[in-house]
Every structure is written in C-alpha cells, then in structure tokens.
C-alpha cells in the first residue's frame, strides 16, 4: 500500500500525530499509571480513556448521529442493559458462534489470532522479497512471482477463510510465530464475550453484550406498539459494548470496550425492496469494493451513482441503498475526507453468523483501510429465534385489503385429560405442542394416524425426560380451512451499525496537519460541528483590566451554549494559539489593550491564521453564526474588516 | 410515613403511575419475553431497559447536567472504561470493603440483604402492633410502647450497624425471613462487584467499575497537565456502573447496572475551606437532616441558609456548602418538587470506606427517602493509596513565595553494587526503597547503625521471598537538610454523584397527576427542559390537504433541533394530545381547516389544556422560545389570540 497522505498532501507522520494525541489527552491507555509497575496489566490491553477534548469530541459526534439519523428519521431509540443472560445469547447464536479462530504458541505461552497471523507473516514475506520471515529471511530462498500472487490472493480473501483452512493456510505455507520463530498449534476457536454471573448464588451466567442489537430485537413489541403499529420504523441504540479481543493492536482501532452506535430498521419483507426516501438520493455517487473483485484477489474500487448501483443490483435493495447513503453523508459531515471512504461488501464466510449481506463503510487510515460502519441485512433471523425460543409472537399484524383463504394443519390438545394426567409437566407440554410449526405437524399428524401415538419434544419433565408421547385420546392433528382477515408477518431488519471509537480516531487522522515551515505545529481541522471547544479566549497578558472582559465575554458565549476555553497563563500568544490548534479549536478571540480603549477585540479562525476585528457584539454575533452553521469564515471575513496589525502566529 | 400527595394534593396513585410508565414505555424489565417462561431469570432482576420516552428524558437530564455543571464550572469531562483490573480495585479498598451484610434462609435457598430484612420485618410489626410478623402475627403478644420505641430506634439508625450488629440484632429480636418464617444464618459479607476476566489465558481478573470514580483518580497526573497546573480544578464523568446487588427491590431505585454522573473537585487541602463563588450562594436555604439528629431517633428537618450552616459548622465547608446548593438548584431546574427534597449526613458506620464526611441529598418517593444524589469529601484517600501502590506521584507543585528549610530522612542505595549482586531483582528493590516514608527511614536508620543491616519488604523476589536484606554497604540513610522552593501537597477530593436512573424515576413521581375528573388521564409535568418530545403536531383528520402543512411544520422545527412527533393515526384530537400528556409532551400544535384557508394554527399547552391560535410563523418562534426559555406559557398566551373555537380535550 502506497503511503498515506495527509489533508494538505504531505506524507502522514504517524509518530508526530500519535504523540499530539497523546500530548493533548485526546486518549491515553486506561490504567496508565499501573502499567509501568505491574507486568500482569499486559493481559489489560485494548483499553482507552478519553481525556477532555477526546470525551468532547466523542459526545459531540454521537449528538450530531442523534441528529443526523434518530431526530430526521424519527427513530426510537432505546437504552438497553449491558449485562444479558446467557439464555438470550444462546438464542441469538452468539454463545455457540461468536468466535475468532486462536493459535497457541506453546513455546511462547502466547495466543494469537489465526488470520491476523497469516496476514503479517505473508506482509513481511511479500515486503521482504523471500520464502521465509524473520531472521531466517536473509538466508532463504527468494520468492517466486507465482508464489508472490498466491500469497497476495490470500491475503485478499484473508476474511473468507474458516478455521480448518486457516489451519491449512499455516501449515502449507509454514507460518511461524514471527516472535521466537516457533510453529502455533491448531487454530481454535475463542467464545469473544466477557463471562460473569449474576445475583448472590452465582449460578446465573450472563454476559457483557457484544451489540447493543439484542436489545433492541428483544423489545420489538413494546416498540411496534409504541409506533402505534407503523410499519416500517426503525430503533437505535448508543452505548457500550465488549468484546474479549484475542490480542488487541493498533490503538483504538481494536479494543475490547467499544462506544456503538446501532439502528435496527424494521422492515415488510414483501416492500423491503423499496424505501420512500430513495429518490431524494438516487444520484449520489459512492465508491464501492464488491465481493466479486475481492473473490479475484483485486481491491479497485468503482465509483457508481446508488441508483445505477440498485438497479444493477451490486446493491441489493433500496433500502440498503438508502443507508449507505446516509452513512456516506454523516461520515463527511463530521470531517472524514471524501477520498478516503469506500463501501466494501462482506465475502461469504466472513460475514456474522445473522447476516445474509453486508457492506462495511471503510475509512482509509495509516493502518490501511479499517471497517467503521457496518451496514448488515440480517433478514428476519433475530425476531425469528427470540418468537421461538420464547413462544412470544414477535410479528406485525396487518388488516388484508382482501381476505384469503388458508388451508393448514391445526393441533389441539385435550385439556381435560391432559391437567390430571401430566399435573405440573402439562404447562410445559402445551408450550411445546404450541411451538410446533406446520412441517412439524404434517409429520406428527401421518405418525399419529400410523401408530397412534407422537413424542413431542419438551422442557426437561418431572420424570427427567426432555419429551413427551402423546396419545390419539390426548391430542389429534387436522387440517382445517381458515378465512384469513389479517396478514402476519416477521418483519426483516436491515442494521446500520457504527463503531463510534474507530470513526473518531481515522477522523483524526484525517484532518491531521502541520503547518508547512514546521513538522512541531499540528493542527487538527476538525469541522466546528464536532471541534471539542468552539472557541478560545485569550487576555494579551494578566493586566487586571483584562479580567472582567474575558469573563463577560466567556459568559455570553456560554449563555449561546458555545463551548469556549479562557487561557490566561503567561506564555506568548502564539503560543496558546498553537496549543489550540492541536485541540482543533476552530476560533480564538484576543482581547487586548485596544479592547479596554474602544470594546474591540480580534476573531481568528484555525486553519487560514487569517484574523478580522471588530466590535465584541460583532464578534460574538459572527461566533454563533459560524457555530450554528449559519455563515462561513468565507463570509465573516469578507464582511468584518481584517486585522493584520499584530501577528500572534509566529 | 404519611402517604405521599401527589403535585395536585390528592394521593399518590402508584398502581395508576406504574401502569401508564410500563404502558408508554418509559422502562421496562430487560429480557421481558424471557422472563414468562425462563424460571431461571428470576435471578437477573434489577436490570431495566429505557423505551423511547425514557430514553430521550435521560438524555435530556444527562444534557442538562452537562450545561449546568461540566459547561458552567470549565470541569474536565473524561470518559474511562468500565472494565478495571483487580490490582486497581485492591488498592482502592474495593475487593477487601465493596460489600454488603447478606442472610442465607437455608430452607428456602433465599439470601436477603440483613439491613433490609430487619427493617421489613420490624416495620410489619410495628404496623400490625404484635410482637410477631406473619401469620403468627395474630396469636402473638401484643406490641408494648417501650418495644415499639426500640425499634423506632433502631430503624432511624439501621444504615449505622455493622455485621455482627445485624446478627445480633436478628437473634435478639427473633428476625426471620418473612417468607416462610425460617430462621437465617448469621451475616456475612457479599462483594457487590460483578468479576470476570480478560484475555484468551483468562488469568487476569476483572471487575465491571462500581462507581467512574477511579477512573478519574487514575487520570490526576493528566488532568492536571491539561489544566496547565491550576488549582483548584474538577473532572466529571458519565457512565455506567454496576453493582450486584443482593436483592434488587423497587424498579428502578435499585438496580445492577445503573448510569452515574460523578464530579471529582481536587482542592488544596489548605484552602479547601473557602470557595470563591460561595458569596453567590450563601443566602440560599436548604432542608438539613444531620448526623445528631438521625442518631437520636428522629428523622425532622430544619431550613437553613448554607451560609449559616457553614458558619455554625453543621455543613464543614464553604466547597461542600457550596456543592450542596449547585445539586439543589439541579433538582429544581429538571422539576423536582422542592417540598420532597431533602440533604440527610451521613452516620458514622454508614459512609463508604474512602469517606470522611458525606451529604445525601435524598428524595421523596412513594417507596420513602430516597438516597439521589451523594456529596461525599473523599479527602485525598484515593489519591494517596494510588500513589503508593503505584509509586507514581499524584501530588500538585507549587512554587514557593518564601522558601523554606527542610530537615529530612534521605536513603540512597549503592548501584554499582546493587546491580551486580541482584540483577533482575534490582528494580523492585529500588521501587520498595523508593516507596519508605519518613517514619519507615527513621525507624531503619537507627536499625541499620545497630545492626549494620535492615530488612525491606519488597514484591516476590527471585528467590521467594517478600523481603531483601540491605547491608551499610549497600544502603545508607542520613538526614539532611534542604531548602524547598516548591510545595507539594496531595489534593483532598470533593465528589458529588449523581444516580441517574434515580433522580430519574424520583422525578417522574413529582411530576405525575391526574386530571381533576379522571384518574386514568394522567399528566407528567415535565419541564419543557426535560421533556423526552417538546412537540406533538396533529392533522384534524387523514385528509390529503394537511399531510404537506405537517411536513413542513415538522421540518422547521426540526431545523431549530426542537424533537417533535406527528401523530396521524385516526382516533380523536382529544385521545391523541391525552396519550402525549402522559407522555409528558409540553405543547400540542393542530393543523385543520383553516390552516389550509389561512394558514394559522392552534398551539395547546399540556398542563392548562389552554390554547392559542396564530399564523403558523408566530406558533413556530412562540414554540422556539417556550423551548430555548426565553418565554414562558403565561406570556405566550397573553400576547397570542386565545382559541376557545372548538375543545379538543374531551
């Protein structure tokens, strides 16, 4: 991959940036102070707090997806716990399937994911130009051009392997443990989710959610109600979720407590296809990677209106069309740089256990291009296992504009019989005969007229048998005709879901500079809507006669709800200023001794340096313009007389 | 406790309130379709999930909080995982004190929390006047007034007992589990952190954070960098917690995961006494339940201006004073009533273990005295402790207006010695010396000159052991004098901390009533602040005419970020502004006939039923105001035309 550039063309200097970060606490590992002494915090990785400015600009992207898809698209949006039984995740899949595929190194003691394995031992291989890594690298063979394709076709498709051909990869190839050059152990797989137990028995599993999703499925009816029955709608969550990462890297691109924020949009199956806002945003280009050019080992994107991209069906419907969109939008809004997105789609077995397609929004960082928002059609899969599992209906009922006729198969159990007979265990036995679907009883029903007698599956009985045998007396199987009033139907879900801590972090990468004389003054050009302070306010130096000024002026700004920052510490202006720049705060107001003489005070915007002055009303009034949106620098500069009598950037 | 009246006089109706909660979907039991047929969920109680209305007044509380404390006071806001080491928890007193006093019934397989035991059972005495409970209460000895003081008594004090206090209590009194009378055993303690582990070794255990304390303790050294050194300064934080809770009772009053605001105040511990905007407050009066009051057996409160409870010493400073009236002034603004609020101190056994002094401010609910809000002067407990396990200095350096001459025990070890003879060893030996204090020099110098060797307690060594041997040779400790241009000093802490999800279902109780002539029409009075939509737009009728007044309507107010639904469904106006009055929604816009003539529309305030009519202009900047409050509904109503025409509250 050709090296990234930053916003102004340069070469992206990952050490300067990351040492900004840190510099300015956007961030910093969680538990800092204990890790230098305590060795064992090594198993603690893939944990982050957010300082001030990173905690601002956290709420203040998460306030414009509020905005931006709950408030415009009247979306529900519900606060669901973390904490989830393990009944729920079993259900869902995730107990079972919710996995990476591990590799031990048993000299080592080291555990390492199988894929990410794979991918860094052929990187270096391809980089280095030979059959071997590590030491033995200059010693060995130099690769062949056939080979080089091989492992660049793997490394393609890398996402689509499971675990056996994982194995197989490691094994044929003979992908070592790039620390200490020793052979891994199979590939395994390791359940990602925190596991602990609930209440003072502690015989209760639960564990940490891995998606706010579940929630949301779970409340399905109290939402469809809520909706006064519409149809479709959509839910969304924003909150924490956990996943128990096999070896965290890369900062806060793979962490193991994560902010998401997710919609669930319900939807007719039958009208699925169509969305009625689509043509508002038909001819919207998007760039997009599709299964079939990874399936060839390529990564060439293709630019493409979403109109033409649904009609040609690379996109399936306009629904989905329709998000990728809105995703496309909200991610420039906040700042991401239009050249650096792309819509990949999901090859086949990478997809999660409950998706039937998926496109992930990926933002091209230092790291590469890495997955940030994940817009996934999970089908009817969810409401589908939860109705089961808890004989719940979880389905919407509609009025037919015209009755239909249905013929189908209907059990009925004879409760006088059944109560005496069965006592306790005959709750049960009804829920399991209830639960039988129409395959089910078309079996049933042959067996019963065969033999006379069924055994239905239960909940584990009195008698410690986990089914039942039923006799012609207890229980008889017909098909019957039915007029059909209403129409039911599991509605599908189409889930846009994003990863809030990777959004923020290649949003800062992007708008990552420096001023071109020197490497040492960073700027961060985030957009006003998202810059963590609005403004700063500095006092030319701490003369009294400033004081009262700084603090009125604070006031005001605060009284619009602009955030603003007074520095007043004796260090020169320019200074200061730089400092801002490296926090992203857009505008800065100094007040000085012609401020005292005639209520002036100068206004200067971030990336330009460029400065206008003007009355404090003025000035204040400029403020909540360019923060509501409502005028740009362009335009307050043009109209507010430039000031260029005292440079503070040097 | 007399029954509480609700906003209106009348009678609190709690059957009523919960029936309209659950029914709008402020919250809900999480895992609701589980819990019918899953037995074993029972032990998951105390988890709830928000609904739409639940989920935006949280928000809004949350915003709110935001404006009035972090924006307001410049605090630091950060944001720090949920997920803590145990060696962090260790050294803050958390896995050795974090715990509550639990019965086992070994009969029924039950475990009570012992505090709440007693008090249930000896409120049911006192209320059925025997001196038994249950059904033996009728066979049983009446209640004479001597015993009936006693247990008032010990009620009033029941947070103060300790462990065997309980258990003593229990078996002097002849305390049972009131379900099925069996006798329980004796208390014990239950850790209320919920543990797991981290990474794919499992070996490192985790805990879920009980309170976002910590996390911000944790960060000191940073936030004061970021502060640019100054002093004092406070950080915040928003975040779950978790507690596991014993026996989860009353919804949402106590639950397992619950979402805390919490504010660290660092102040020199010289200076902590005084607060600079406590001027601004002095005269406000609060309602005080102290210390001596609760431990004589009463529970009476009595007003007091802050400023004359800081003098007379009942509230110990001008910082805490000062906290006290910034919390009251919170409660009122989101619409606390400001009879059912009250700041009780704690007792002396009752306070957390990192406490020295704390506050509560407590709410009147239907279930008594809440805890809401705790005010606690944690002085530089956490600090301290962090500092020591970590060897790292969380300590504030000042420069010195005079200099001062420092007498001092110095200790310094021979390392061209100490490498040799430890070698990997070395390091820990130098962080165990590092870490001695004066008192421990003092004590090894006049050990080290009689027996020319002392012994130091260090981490496990190489060869087992907890403790090195240090000879003359290796060691020296003399006392020396210097002279010291900086202080240094560790800062006490001031922490108020809010339970959300309290204040939360506390203030809905405030606000619930019904109209005069019927108890199913609920109102929630929410404050326009708070209230989860400010506005419900609602067409006459379906007619095709309206849908693209409402478009527009529901557009602009949109623009202004004022959150609105339209509800077209066809029941009556009437039906349709009573479902948002119980849902809390402050204004209800109609668009009819002769909206479509003349373009005026009809504006409705909840609580007063009352209308006015203008053009759709005038109602849209009334709406902007009544929101950002720069007007209230009295004035609106007396400059816009009252609408009388046609009631639609019927």
């Given at each position: 991959?050709?090296?990234?550039?930053?916003?102004?063309?340069?070469?992206?200097?990952?050490?300067?940036?990351?040492?900004?970060?840190?510099?300015?606490?956007?961030?910093?590992?969680?538990?800092?102070?204990?890790?230098?002494?305590?060795?064992?915090?090594?198993?603690?990785?893939?944990?982050?707090?957010?300082?001030?400015?990173?905690?601002?600009?956290?709420?203040?992207?998460?306030?414009?997806?509020?905005?931006?898809?709950?408030?415009?698209?009247?979306?529900?949006?519900?606060?669901?716990?973390?904490?989830?039984?393990?009944?729920?995740?079993?259900?869902?899949?995730?107990?079972?399937?919710?996995?990476?595929?591990?590799?031990?190194?048993?000299?080592?003691?080291?555990?390492?994911?199988?894929?990410?394995?794979?991918?860094?031992?052929?990187?270096?291989?391809?980089?280095?130009?030979?059959?071997?890594?590590?030491?033995?690298?200059?010693?060995?063979?130099?690769?062949?051009?056939?080979?080089?394709?091989?492992?660049?076709?793997?490394?393609?498709?890398?996402?689509?392997?499971?675990?056996?051909?994982?194995?197989?990869?490691?094994?044929?190839?003979?992908?070592?443990?790039?620390?200490?050059?020793?052979?891994?152990?199979?590939?395994?797989?390791?359940?990602?989710?925190?596991?602990?137990?609930?209440?003072?028995?502690?015989?209760?599993?639960?564990?940490?959610?891995?998606?706010t999703a579940q929630g949301q499925f779970l409340n399905f009816r109290r939402l469809l109600e809520f909706g006064q029955g519409s149809m479709p709608f959509a839910s969304a969550s924003i909150g924490k979720s956990y996943r128990n990462e096999i070896a965290p890297r890369s900062g806060l691109l793979r962490v193991r407590e994560f902010l998401m924020a997710e919609i669930e949009h319900f939807v007719d199956p039958d009208t699925s296809k169509s969305?009625?806002?689509?043509?508002?945003?038909?001819?919207?280009?998007?760039?997009?990677?599709?299964?079939?050019?990874?399936?060839?080992?390529?990564?060439?994107?293709?630019?493409?209106?979403?109109?033409?991209?649904?009609?040609?069906?690379?996109?399936?419907?306009?629904?989905?069309?329709?998000?990728?969109?809105?995703?496309?939008?909200?991610?420039?809004?906040?700042?991401?740089?239009?050249?650096?997105?792309?819509?990949?789609?999901?090859?086949?077995?990478?997809?999660?256990?409950?998706?039937?397609?998926?496109?992930?929004?990926?933002?091209?960082?230092?790291?590469?291009?890495?997955?940030?928002?994940?817009?996934?059609?999970?089908?009817?899969?969810?409401?589908?296992?939860?109705?089961?599992?808890?004989?719940?209906?979880l389905v919407v009922k509609e009025l037919r504009s015209e009755p239909i006729e249905i013929e189908e198969w209907q059990v009925s159990l004879n409760k006088k019989l059944l109560g005496p007979k069965f006592k306790k265990d005959a709750k049960k036995i009804e829920t399991a005969v209830e639960s039988l679907d129409q395959n089910d009883l078309e079996k049933l029903a042959s067996e019963l007229s065969d033999k006379a007698v069924i055994s239905v599956?239960?909940?584990?009985?009195?008698?410690?048998?986990?089914?039942?045998?039923?006799?012609?007396?207890?229980?008889?199987?017909?098909?019957?005709?039915?007029?059909?009033?209403?129409?039911?139907?599991?509605?599908?879900?189409?889930?846009?879901?994003?990863?809030?801590?990777?959004?923020?972090?290649?949003?800062?990468?992007?708008?990552?500079?420096?001023?071109?004389?020197?490497?040492?003054?960073?700027?961060?050009?985030?957009?006003?809507?998202?810059?963590?302070?609005?403004?700063?306010?500095?006092?030319?130096?701490?003369?009294?006669?400033?004081?009262?000024?700084?603090?009125?002026?604070?006031?005001?700004?605060?009284?619009?709800?602009?955030?603003?920052?007074?520095?007043?510490?004796?260090?020169?202006?320019?200074?200061?200023?730089?400092?801002?720049?490296?926090?992203?705060?857009?505008?800065?107001?100094?007040?000085?001794?012609?401020?005292?003489?005639?209520?002036?005070?100068?206004?200067?915007?971030?990336?330009?340096?460029?400065?206008?002055?003007?009355?404090?009303?003025?000035?204040?009034?400029?403020?909540?313009?360019?923060?509501?949106?409502?005028?740009?620098?362009?335009?307050?500069?043009?109209?507010?007389?430039?000031?260029?009598?005292?440079?503070?950037?040097?």
């Amino acid at each position: 991959m050709a090296a990234m550039k930053n916003k102004t063309g340069g070469p992206f200097n990952r050490p300067h940036f990351e040492s900004l970060l840190k510099r300015r606490f956007f961030f910093a590992e969680s538990f800092e102070i204990y890790r230098t002494s305590a060795a064992h915090l090594a198993d603690n990785r893939g944990l982050y707090d957010y300082g001030p400015p990173g905690c601002a600009l956290q709420a203040n992207i998460i306030n414009e997806w509020r905005n931006h898809f709950v408030i415009e698209e009247n979306m529900m949006e519900v606060d669901c716990t973390v904490i989830t039984p393990e009944t729920v995740l079993k259900t869902s899949g995730h107990v079972d399937k919710f996995a990476d595929w591990m590799c031990k190194d048993p000299a080592k003691g080291e555990f390492l994911r199988a894929d990410h394995l794979i991918e860094s031992v052929l990187e270096a291989r391809l980089a280095k130009g030979t059959l071997a890594t590590g030491e033995k690298a200059s010693k060995s063979a130099k690769l062949d051009e056939e080979t080089a394709k091989e492992y660049r076709e793997i490394l393609a498709k890398i996402d689509n392997y499971d675990g056996p051909e994982l194995g197989a990869l490691i094994k044929q190839h003979d992908i070592r443990n790039p620390d200490g050059n020793g052979e891994v152990l199979p590939p395994t797989p390791f359940n990602l989710m925190f596991k602990s137990t609930i209440g003072p028995s502690a015989a209760a599993p639960v564990y940490l959610r891995p998606e706010t999703a579940q929630g949301q499925f779970l409340n399905f009816r109290r939402l469809l109600e809520f909706g006064q029955g519409s149809m479709p709608f959509a839910s969304a969550s924003i909150g924490k979720s956990y996943r128990n990462e096999i070896a965290p890297r890369s900062g806060l691109l793979r962490v193991r407590e994560f902010l998401m924020a997710e919609i669930e949009h319900f939807v007719d199956p039958d009208t699925s296809k169509s969305h009625d806002r689509f043509p508002e945003v038909s001819s919207v280009e998007l760039p997009f990677l599709d299964k079939a050019t990874q399936l060839s080992g390529k990564t060439t994107t293709r630019s493409l209106s979403i109109g033409e991209a649904v009609k040609t069906k690379l996109v399936d419907n306009e629904t989905l069309g329709y998000f990728l969109v809105r995703i496309y939008h909200f991610l420039i809004k906040i700042g991401v740089e239009k050249d650096k997105v792309r819509f990949r789609q999901h090859l086949e077995n990478e997809m999660a256990h409950y998706a039937c397609d998926c496109w992930d929004a990926e933002l091209l960082t230092s790291y590469g291009w890495i997955e940030c928002v994940g817009c996934a059609d999970r089908s009817a899969y969810d409401l589908s296992v939860h109705s089961k599992a808890t004989g719940t209906p979880l389905v919407v009922k509609e009025l037919r504009s015209e009755p239909i006729e249905i013929e189908e198969w209907q059990v009925s159990l004879n409760k006088k019989l059944l109560g005496p007979k069965f006592k306790k265990d005959a709750k049960k036995i009804e829920t399991a005969v209830e639960s039988l679907d129409q395959n089910d009883l078309e079996k049933l029903a042959s067996e019963l007229s065969d033999k006379a007698v069924i055994s239905v599956p239960t909940e584990q009985l009195a008698d410690g048998k986990m089914s039942v045998e039923l006799s012609e007396e207890l229980c008889t199987i017909k098909k019957v005709k039915r007029v059909e009033n209403l129409r039911e139907y599991t509605p599908n879900v189409v889930e846009p879901s994003f990863g809030i801590g990777r959004i923020l972090y290649s949003l800062l990468e992007h708008v990552y500079w420096h001023r071109s004389q020197d490497v040492a003054r960073g700027v961060l050009s985030l957009p006003v809507l998202v810059a963590p302070t609005k403004v700063l306010i500095v006092p030319l130096s701490n003369h009294a006669s400033f004081q009262p000024i700084v603090k009125k002026l604070a006031s005001r700004l605060r009284a619009f709800r602009i955030s603003n920052n007074v520095d007043a510490s004796s260090t020169s202006i320019g200074k200061r200023y730089a400092r801002n720049d490296e926090l992203g705060t857009p505008f800065g107001v100094t007040v000085d001794f012609e401020t005292v003489q005639n209520g002036s005070v100068t206004l200067r915007e971030r990336d330009s340096t460029a400065q206008v002055r003007a009355s404090e009303e003025d000035i204040v009034e400029a403020i909540r313009r360019l923060v509501d949106g409502s005028e740009t620098w362009a335009q307050v500069s043009q109209r507010l007389p430039a000031f260029t009598g005292q440079s503070t950037d040097e």
